[in-house]
């Protein structure tokens, strides 16, 4: 069974501080794995997807990494705009697989203090 | 563009009572998607669709049908409510089967 673990649960940082999430992901045949932010009371929003170990994305203060076990968000000088829940999910199985599924992580939730 | 619209946004049902939840996409995504997310259990599939006309059970189905009569609309429904089925249920829509999913901005149920 695919399986997504997120940690911290939660993280505060001050602005100005950087730190990374780190998403660890047991999956057979990894096809994408994708990350999320979530504001409260709102639906998740696209981030970034990463299909092979060793791709990076980028997007103003985070960067997302892949390897064959874990991915990390890395969050540079965070501001208190950044505090949300970050989801990361994966999508397994054989390329032209009907597997369809995202096995979504449980989150890290981010305070950044101003 | 709207995106993914999900009609309503509140409801609570008595046991027992059945309801629709309505999703539209206007991004002609041909898969389409219900998720349900509770405290401590992350976003769990419960329907998905692959193409208008066309519904498949995810990981947790039971107690939930869907149709897929038009390629933007996407319908849920609960025959028989349960207080399990209390939750924040999600839509997400999907350009390819391996392309990034776009939320909608959920639907808080409570069944009493």
């Known amino acids: 069974e695919d399986q997504v673990t997120q940690s911290p649960e939660a993280l505060r940082l001050q602005e100005g501080e950087s730190s990374s999430l780190n998403c660890s992901y047991t999956?057979?045949?990894?096809?994408?794995l994708f990350w999320y932010r979530q504001d409260p009371g709102k639906g998740p929003e696209f981030l970034f997807t990463l299909y092979s170990a060793g791709e990076e994305k980028e997007k103003e203060r985070l960067k997302a990494t892949l390897t064959k076990k874990e991915s990390f968000l890395h969050i540079t000088a965070p501001k208190p705009e950044d505090s949300a829940t970050y989801l990361c999910a994966v999508r397994a199985g054989n390329s032209g697989g009907s597997n369809y599924k995202l096995t979504f992580g449980k989150g890290t939730l981010l305070t950044v203090n101003p | 563009n709207a995106g993914v619209t999900q009609t309503p946004k509140f409801r609570v049902l008595k046991t027992g009572q059945s309801m629709t939840l309505l999703c539209a996409q206007d991004m002609n995504h041909e898969y389409m998607y219900w998720y349900r997310q509770d405290p401590g259990m992350g976003l769990r599939l419960i329907h998905y669709s692959v193409g208008e006309g066309t519904t498949a059970k995810g990981e947790v189905p039971d107690g939930y049908n869907v149709s897929r009569l038009k390629k933007q609309n996407f319908l849920l429904g609960l025959e028989s409510a349960a207080p399990s089925q209390t939750s924040v249920y999600f839509c997400a829509s999907s350009w390819g089967d391996n392309t990034e999913a776009f939320f909608g901005q959920g639907t808080r149920l409570t069944v009493v």
């Open positions: 999956v057979s045949g990894l096809r994408g």
